[in-house]
């Protein structure tokens, strides 16, 4: 494929129908695999899922599951789970645009929405899970929050075990609606640990035998689970829309969308031109904003990010935070910024609390701080002059709903199964596993 193009030039891969789904091709080297891998033999580039099916079919299932043909499972999925795109009225009055279209991830039973742990995150966490089960082996991911709560869900709906990591400014976002079950652990980090300190100990622990890493960013079925809110946005718009709104902390949504907006273009009936890609951070802590700013595809430490955890203490959206995202690496999001003519936004904690505001009076349902950062994205680019009255725009709400959510279900708090005060702990002290005996 050519990733460097606006304009989608498409070549064809060897991938045989019937054989199999798909195969995975390296964004750097091009090399093919058609095992299932979290990493190239040859360099740091993500891998991509290159599908057998270049023609989106729906199935007849509810959720996510009706994309099956570009997830990379093999079972088909019946969750009701999956992103929910609708034509604003309201707020786009309000902003002066005619072609508004927000993809709702949340649960909003009135628009059909039925996330219920109220975050995209589930949209990764499904076709993960599904994706490694039949093996004997347990999950390892690390997550601010979001994603943990995402992962402990699935877990306690399929009985999949996940060792979770997840620092203590994340805790409060440690519920499920449904009691915990013990296929859940969840390790929480010390008091001056942040998300990125929670990634590398999830890393010790998923090296030791037993464990499997969930990958991150270079996990195929969590970024083509997120693909499914381009997908399902290209489907009621009937075409892809001119401009793509979020937030990112980690810049694996974005790439997600551009991914599959790429897959669009390759099928032919959605448009071939690539959805100009809006990705925002939450001030004072913005390192991809800033090393775009400046022009450069690396973000160096010193000058993008210093201080980084008094920096993240300072976010509203704090869970918008990784001190290691993949903006460099080939593939990534400064590849999918460059590909799609994107912009980047650095959004101050006030401007994100007004659009918080703004979006729930006129939209009528609570979202997280992350999604109200894109939300003030999109006002600053309407301001600046950066989208058209007339363009088809969408506008990703990453989460929301816990309000409407807790009007039906009963929600349930996870508890820490152990604490580790640091990255590199003995991990004897922290997993209570035979395989360590």
Not at 199 to 216: C, F, T, V, Y
Not at 227 to 251: C, E, N, W
Not at 379 to 406: P, S
Request: aromatic share 8%; proline share 5%; net charge negative.
């Amino acid at each position: 494929m050519t990733y460097g193009n606006t304009a989608c030039h498409v070549k064809n891969r060897a991938c045989t129908a019937g054989v199999s789904k798909y195969n995975l091709i390296c964004a750097g080297c091009s090399t093919i695999y058609t095992d299932d891998r979290l990493k190239c033999s040859n360099d740091g580039a993500l891998l991509r899922t290159n599908y057998s099916k270049k023609h989106l079919t729906l199935k007849d299932v509810p959720g996510m599951g009706k994309f099956h043909d570009w997830l990379p499972i093999h079972e088909i999925m019946t969750t009701d789970s999956g992103p929910v795109t609708y034509r604003s009225t309201e707020l786009a009055a309000e902003l002066g645009l005619n072609n508004l279209f927000i993809s709702f991830n949340g649960y909003w039973p009135e628009k059909g929405a039925y996330i219920k742990t109220c975050s995209f995150k589930e949209l990764e966490a499904f076709p993960t899970v599904q994706k490694i089960r039949g093996g004997n082996r347990s999950l390892v991911l690390a997550s601010a929050g979001n994603t943990a709560r995402a992962f402990s869900h699935v877990s306690a709906m399929t009985g999949a075990e996940v060792y979770i990591v997840v620092p203590s400014s994340g805790m409060s976002r440690m519920w499920i609606p449904e009691e915990p079950t013990d296929s859940i652990h969840i390790i929480q980090m010390g008091k001056n640990c942040d998300y990125t300190d929670s990634i590398h100990l999830a890393e010790r622990i998923s090296a030791l035998p037993g464990m499997q890493a969930e990958g991150g960013a270079r996990n195929v079925a969590r970024r083509d689970g997120m693909g499914t809110v381009m997908l399902d946005a290209a489907v009621t718009m009937k075409r892809m829309p001119d401009h793509y709104f979020q937030a990112i902390g980690s810049g694996t949504g974005g790439i997600a969308a551009w991914e599959a907006a790429l897959r669009l273009c390759e099928d032919g009936n959605f448009g071939n031109e690539l959805p100009q890609l809006h990705l925002s951070q939450n001030l004072p802590f913005a390192p991809m904003f800033n090393a775009w700013k400046a022009g450069r595809r690396e973000i160096i430490k010193d000058i993008d990010m210093p201080d980084p955890k008094k920096l993240i203490h300072g976010m509203y959206a704090d869970i918008l935070s990784n001190r290691e995202p993949p903006y460099s690496v080939a593939g990534g999001v400064y590849d999918a910024l460059c590909s799609t003519r994107g912009s980047m936004y650095g959004i101050s904690n006030s401007d994100t609390k007004k659009a918080q505001e703004l979006f729930e009076r006129y939209e009528g349902i609570d979202i997280f701080p992350p999604a109200a950062v894109a939300v003030a994205s999109l006002i600053e680019a309407v301001n600046e002059h950066k989208v058209d009255a007339d363009d088809n725009i969408l506008l990703n709400i990453t989460g929301g709903g816990v309000k409407r959510l807790e009007l039906d279900h009963i929600i349930f708090k996870i508890e820490p199964e152990s604490v580790a005060e640091n990255a590199n702990v003995p991990l004897e002290e922290i997993i209570r596993r035979k395989v360590l005996a």
